[in-house]
């Protein structure tokens, strides 16, 4: 069995920047007990100020939990000023149930 993870960034203004991926999440290189995977956050045009950007993990079938696929399924990603790229690890319960887009 596969799930298609689908990320996306739902806001995003030309004065504190545009936000999005740099290509799909790929998977870290730490061996730890879970498995992570590390996604690139980018920033582009306006780098204004400090800004955070909240993020949450949903599924579109309401029979999945995301909870028990992912560990960390919300959180934030905080850019300094100026600052243009921020890398966010995932942690997966079962790395090898899916398929990152």
């Known amino acids: 069995m596969s799930i298609l993870v689908v990320t ?4 995003s203004d030309n004065a504190n920047g545009l936000f999005g991926f740099d290509g799909p999440c790929q998977p870290a290189t730490v061996p730890m ?5 590390n996604c ?11 800004v955070t950007v909240f993020w949450q993990i949903t599924s579109v079938d309401l029979s999945l939990s995301v909870s028990h696929y992912f560990i960390n399924y919300t959180g934030h990603v905080l850019f300094s000023d ?7 690890r995932l942690m997966t319960h079962s790395f090898h149930l899916f398929i990152y887009v």
């Open 33 to 37: 007990s879970t498995d992570q995977l």
């Open 82 to 88: 100026d600052q243009a790229v921020v890398v966010t």
């Open 8 to 11: 996306t960034v739902l806001k």
């Open 40 to 50: 690139t956050v980018l920033r582009d045009r306006g780098r204004y100020d400090a």
